[in-house]
């Protein structure tokens, strides 16, 4: 008899392993700043800066982007994943930054957070 494997949730490149075991993951990202009203489009990526781990987010909407900034910060850090990261120090959120729509187009790719903390050369830290 074969055992059988645990479901699989979720692909390698749509979560990042934060300290602790916590688990930030690109779905608890869209449902966060895709609820915010005249966002089409973001990009997140982790930086290691200062001993942790820093989180940066870009993005673009059709809303006022002084408004935008504030909101996507609270969406974000009210994620439990980030919430419980932010609270052990393992992580912090860097200013967000926000980009009026325009004629933005989402890249050909599919979005994923990108961890570059392995040869990162940042300018978060």
């Not at 688990?23 to 609820?35: I, P, Q, R, Y």
């Amino acid at each position: 008899v074969l055992r059988r494997m645990a479901r699989v949730q979720g692909r390698h490149r749509e979560l990042v392993r934060l300290a602790d075991g916590i688990v930030l993951e690109l779905a608890g990202l869209d449902e966060s700043l895709f609820a915010l009203p005249g966002v089409i489009d973001f990009q997140a990526a982790v930086f290691r800066a200062g001993g942790s781990d820093a989180l940066v987010i870009t993005l673009w909407t059709h809303e006022d982007p002084g408004l935008a900034t504030g909101q996507a910060a609270a969406a974000v850090t009210a994620m439990p994943a980030v919430r419980a990261a932010m609270a052990n120090g393992a992580l912090r959120l860097a200013p967000v930054a926000v980009h009026p729509a325009g004629r933005h187009i989402a890249a050909g790719v599919k979005r994923r957070i990108d961890d570059r903390r392995i040869d990162d050369q940042s300018v978060y830290a």
